[in-house]
């Protein structure tokens, strides 16, 4: 009976009809003639080529750089400031994040100006280059964030981190020092927690289109780009050949992850016995945590304040250093207008809110390992085109006449926002001591008293950092308010898209910084709720 | 190899917790340090192994063989602890924590020393077990193994056997203070149970102002 | 699926009437019905100018018929005709777009997939003011015969533009171009293909090379094109050399060239709005002494639409809009540089003096000051070959 009342909430709103919408978007796989002309593409195999390097190697950086500013930083007087950092990383969409970037080093960007100078730009082969690397360095320092701050609230967990704070001093006793101790038992307790999140980097980066419109090579574009132009044509026959594609490049990924997770698993032998290997006073990488963070921060650092000068300058030619003259005509009609953004803020509250109670009640009443249902799914939901999952749920909302209503602009927020919700908070969720909800039910207390008093403050900080994420993901959607609300319900994203299909830079950048203030907000409270309060 | 604590003195946001004393703990002697909860017993044991950090106020000197610990980082200390939990790592098996703290050398030499120590212990064929598969007295004794097999010049015991249950007190207590006695190392214990204290040790007891004196 | 498609056609067959709508109440009837409906008007919304337009018209529809016209932003037409396939494919009678803003391959799909409302464009009242004789381009959309299906909105040619001060001599056909990229390795490029910009670019440079111009007005096929297209790959061939990046990497759209151009990066941008460049140096994007220019001999030039889909909710109220917007004052408007400055679909012998009048035929910098005349788009057929023999040539 509980079982069933805790799972209807994810059922109902979020998985039949995301598996109806992934049902309906499938249908043209069925297309022979689709695949034909897939395995006709020309850019088929350089295009998936770059669309698996970039993804794999950005997910890769990302991950490494986090361990080791990690590494450096943990259990010093740094570590907390880290969430600030995170939260305003994390918060800047990424699309933001690449047009911001690039406005660094693209040959008429910042970095070119101060460096090559000239009346022109110089001629190099930055942004958009063919090996896709500006691409992977943006998707990296993006995914940072994201990361670190999983690190840092998986860390500050109450009871774990306890748990660390006592295995720290015990080894410390056995002659261990801090880098060991990080490298042997802190980093892959850590990791195990990162299963998930990392997937989903991976996914992302792999299938990204905003960025790689942006700064990704171009001649051929990733392969995610090639099936956004199949997605969005006219043509039926060139959407049923994006579908196709978009399965494809699916698949590959999916064999990609599987040949992963075999060799992380040989892998892990081979750590085990580093594991065991005996006492190093191996110190802790210092200067290369500060390094990389410091990179990472002066990055941001620039890509904000480029954005914030770029949204008040129309015109900014080479090679000034600063604008000729500023305005604020972008910001001035951006704010002239703002039901939009009260629409996605009540839409992000809304789903967010309403993604944390569904989870929580699956993990609640559902067993563990039945989450790899709930966590499949949610990367099918990610990994596969927002286009093609939009379509197929497009239809299905034609179906039950859900289209153009607000419900059904909710429920399309929802999708992604609880498979992030969830691949957010499972590693947490399911980390957490099950004696400490049994104690309390011992004492008397009831299920929701137990949640209340006991789990959700142990959880505090796991889940405010899943709501501020599912928070900010609703922020970005834009292609539900398009589609499925046939654009009658305006929200911000949507008109910032709109807005930027023109190529107006000062107002793309308005928009993009717009868009970025509410979810910095949501993960700086996240980062305060997080904070433990023991110390 | 004897452990010397020199006018050790530990102060809190200007309250004295520890009043300067000072003690030499011979190898193979177990000193009992009791005193209420508070009283900083356990906080002189941070002190020792080079952990107390701040807001604490420290005086005094630690000498190991004679040589000055001051200034040494917790891990170079060569002084091994029992904290009140085993605190085994729990992504790694018996065996592994048994491993972690071995000193380096040969792969087979450092495997049979933990068989052996397993052996010792009571628990052959556990090498693979996870932490939480096993009881809490086999976790304690994996624990206490764990330390000794990291060679330490002395140990620190921070009341180990306070969250066990009586009948395995008993066993767990003889079982530590033999395998402790056979290595020779000073070690220092401190608990709140003079039933703690083994048969016929030196007992001191921390007084009301931080004094400690013998009891 | 098969239910859906049977509903589909029931609902199709319920709204058979429609597809001949006769004004047999005659226009007053159509007004009279109009009057308290909602048009959703599914326009591109990337320049505030434009919205801002679509505002105006949308208060002056309220005060004088009663309509509500709602601008629904959109960044690319292609998804409407995805939204209008799909809703009528799942029977929904009262679909959400009313009035669409489209041409050429949208309207192509639309037309042939029968998603389309009419035709009414030529019972509109203000459609006699159409200059149907000196712009074909008004009754023929990218070759495909608009049988009334849309109704015309504005003009649009192909035209160049960049910094006067960085460009001693326009290039003023293909060939200039190739020598001018010569001369400025790496500062001229066209977005790729199929970008609508790129595909219109390489259409452009079809026209210009091509031996036999009939060949364009005409269905083409495979072994066809490849001969005719033969003197086009050789002129990119010659061209890609000096590009920027060589002619390896192109930038993905319009916009982007436009910033790039901007930034200095590039010395020529293009655009099919003919006085997109003076709306720039309007809005300070670009600086001043900013030019615009048509190859001598023509560039492409088609003309913009709005259509009915055939499962809008408020028909009527579309087709007074789409009036209005055809109207003089409207088109005048419209045509106004400091509005929008699209060019007007009307001929201005068909208007009354003070109608005329209204279009002040004003210039700005950034204009075209040397208009060249607009060459008809090649027939639908060459598109997909052109787009496919670019992509198996440049693409990978």
């Known amino acids: 009976m509980r ?32 695949w034909a002309a897939l395995f006709d593409h020309p850019q088929l195999r350089h295009g998936i080529a770059l669309s698996l390097w970039s993804g794999t190697a950005a997910t890769a950086a990302a991950l490494i750089c986090t361990l080791i500013i990690a590494a450096g930083l943990y259990r010093s007087r740094l570590w907390n400031r880290l969430q600030a950092f995170s939260a305003a990383g994390l918060a800047l969409p990424h699309l933001a994040f ?64 306890a748990g660390l704070d006592g295995q720290w001093r015990a080894a410390r006793s056995l002659g261990h020092g801090p880098g060991s101790i990080w490298l042997r038992v802190v980093q892959p307790q850590v990791l195990r927690r990162l299963f998930w999140p990392i997937l989903i980097v991976w996914v992302y980066g792999t299938t990204v289109v905003d960025m790689a419109l942006v700064i990704g090579p171009t001649q051929p574009p990733t392969f995610a780009v090639v099936i956004w132009h199949d997605l969005n044509d006219a043509d039926a026959a ?71 000068l770029m949204s008040f300058a129309p015109r900014w030619p080479y090679p000034l250093l600063w604008p000729e003259h500023l305005s604020a005509v972008a910001w001035s009609g951006l704010l002239a207008n703002g039901s939009p953004l009260m629409l996605s803020l009540v839409l992000a509250a809304a789903s967010a809110g309403a993604a944390l109670v569904a989870v929580v009640l699956w993990f609640e009443t559902q067993p563990e390992r039945r989450d790899r249902w709930l966590l499949g799914l949610a990367l099918a939901a990610l990994g596969l085109p927002q286009v093609l999952v939009a379509a197929g749920q497009y239809r299905l909302f034609l179906d039950i006449d859900f289209t153009g209503t607000l419900a059904g602009l909710f429920l399309a927020h929802l999708t992604p926002v609880l498979a992030y919700v969830a691949v957010v908070l499972a590693g947490p969720y399911r980390a957490l001591d099950p004696r400490y909800a049994a104690v309390a039910r011992s004492l008397r207390a009831g299920p929701f008293h137990v949640w209340w008093r006991v789990k959700a403050p142990l959880l505090r900080g796991a889940l405010a950092m ?50 970025t203030l509410p979810p910095l907000l949501a993960f700086t409270m996240a980062g305060l709720a997080g904070r433990p309060r023991w110390r | ?103 380096r050398g040969p792969k087979r030499e450092r495997e049979a020393a933990m068989q052996a120590a397993l052996q010792d212990a009571g628990l052959s064929g556990f090498a693979e077990r996870a932490p939480h598969t096993l009881s809490g007295g086999e976790r304690s004794r994996v624990a206490l193994m764990r330390a000794l097999l990291a060679r330490p010049a002395a140990m620190l015991l921070d009341e180990p056997f306070n969250k066990l249950d009586a009948s395995l007190r008993a066993s767990l207590r003889g079982f530590v203070f033999a395998h402790l006695a056979a290595r020779a190392i000073p070690c220092l214990l401190v608990t709140h149970d003079r039933a703690d204290a083994p048969p016929g040790s030196r007992i001191l007891t921390i007084g009301e102002s931080g004094e400690i004196r013998d009891a | ?177 190739v020598s001018f990229a010569a001369a400025n390795p790496g500062r001229v490029t066209y977005p790729a293909p199929p970008d609508f910009h790129g595909t219109t670019f390489v259409k452009q440079v079809l026209i ?96 913009h639409f709005v259509a009915i889909p055939i499962n809008a909710h408020a028909k009527a109220a579309a087709q007074v809009t789409a009036d209005f917007l055809l109207s003089p004052e409207a088109q005048a408007r419209k045509a106004d540089l400091g509005i929008w400055g699209d060019p007007t679909v009307l001929a201005m012998d068909k208007l009354s003096p003070g109608e005329a009048a209204l279009f002040t035929g004003q210039t700005a910098p950034g204009a075209v000051t040397d208009p060249a005349p607009a060459i008809p788009e090649p027939h639908g057929s060459w598109v997909p070959l052109i787009e496919a023999a670019w992509l198996e040539r440049y693409g990978a």
């Open chain 1, 3 to 34: 079982q069933g009342l805790g799972l209807g909430p994810l059922i109902l709103l979020w998985a039949l009809p995301l598996l109806g919408s992934l049902g309906l978007a499938l249908v043209p796989i069925g297309d022979g003639a689709a």
């Open chain 1, 98 to 161: 690449a047009i911001g970037f690039a406005l660094l080093i693209a040959p008429g960007g910042l970095l070119a100006r101060l460096l090559a100078g000239g009346e022109s730009p110089p001629q190099w082969v930055t942004a958009q280059d063919p090996l896709g690397l500006s691409l992977i360095v943006a998707l990296t320092l993006k995914e940072i964030p994201f990361l670190l701050s999983l690190v840092w609230s998986g860390l500050a967990r109450g009871d774990f981190a």
């Open chain 1, 238 to 308: 060139s959407n049923a050949r994006g579908a196709a594609g978009a399965i494809f490049l699916t698949l590959v990924l999916a064999g990609l992850i599987a040949l992963s997770i075999t060799a992380w698993r040989l892998a892990l032998k081979l750590r085990q016995a580093f594991q065991t290997s005996g006492p190093s006073r191996l110190p802790v990488p210092r200067t290369a945590a500060a390094f990389v963070g410091a990179v990472t921060v002066c990055l941001y650092a620039v890509t904000f304040g480029l954005l914030l």
């Open chain 1, 466 to 515: 899943a709501g501020a994420v599912g928070f900010s993901v609703s922020m970005v959607q834009f292609v539900p308010a398009q589609l499925i609300a046939a654009g009658r319900f305006a929200t911000l994203p949507m008109e910032a898209l709109t807005l930027s299909s023109g190529g107006n830079r000062a107002l793309t950048a308005a928009y993009a910084l717009a868009l």
């Open chain 2, 1 to 103: 190899m004897a452990l010397s604590l020199e006018h050790l003195s530990i102060a809190l946001n200007g309250r004295t917790l520890i009043a300067p004393f000072s003690l030499v703990i011979q190898p193979g002697e177990i000193v009992t340090l009791m005193g209420p909860s508070g009283s900083g017993k356990s906080s002189l044991l941070s002190l020792i192994a080079g952990e107390l950090e701040l807001p604490f106020d420290a005086t005094g000197e630690v000498d190991l063989d004679s040589k000055p610990l001051g200034g040494l980082a917790p891990e170079a200390r060569n002084i091994g602890r029992l904290f009140q939990d085993d605190l085994l790592f729990p992504h790694l098996t018996a065996g592994q924590n048994l491993l972690f703290g071995m000193p």
């Open chain 3, 1 to 177: 699926m098969m239910q859906l498609t049977r509903r589909g056609f029931a609902i199709a067959a319920a709204t058979l009437p429609w597809i001949r709508p006769s004004l047999a109440g005659g226009w007053d009837a159509v007004l009279a019905e109009a009057k308290g409906q909602t048009v959703y008007f599914n326009a591109w919304a990337g320049s505030e100018q434009i919205n801002a337009y679509i505002a105006w018209a949308g208060g002056i529809l309220k005060a004088r018929h009663g309509i509500t016209l709602e601008h629904v932003k959109i960044a690319d037409t292609a998804e409407v005709v995805r939204r209008v396939r799909d809703e009528v494919k799942a029977g929904k009678a009262s679909g959400s777009v009313d009035l669409v803003w489209i041409n050429g391959e949208n309207f192509r799909a639309m037309k042939q997939d029968r998603l389309l409302f009419g035709p009414f464009a030529s019972d509109l009242p203000n459609f006699r003011f159409a200059d149907t004789d000196g712009k074909p381009t008004v009754l023929v959309d990218f070759a495909e015969g608009t049988e009334g299906l849309e109704a015309p909105w504005g003009m649009a040619q192909l035209t160049f533009f960049g910094d006067g001060a960085r460009i001693a001599a326009p290039p003023g056909s293909i060939a200039e171009l």
């Open chain 3, 208 to 303: 210009e090379t091509i031996g036999d111009g009939s060949l364009l007005s005409v269905s083409i096929g495979k072994t066809e094109f490849v001969a005719a297209a033969g003197p086009l790959f050789a002129m990119l061939d010659a061209l890609h050399p000096h590009l920027w990046r060589e002619g390896k990497q192109f930038p993905q759209t319009q916009a982007q060239m436009k910033q790039m151009l901007a930034d200095g990066e590039l010395l020529i941008a293009l655009t099919f709005n003919p006085n997109e460049p003076a709306n720039l140096v309007a809005s300070g994007e670009l600086p001043p002494g900013t030019i615009a220019w048509q190859h001598r001999d023509g560039t492409i030039g088609n003309t």
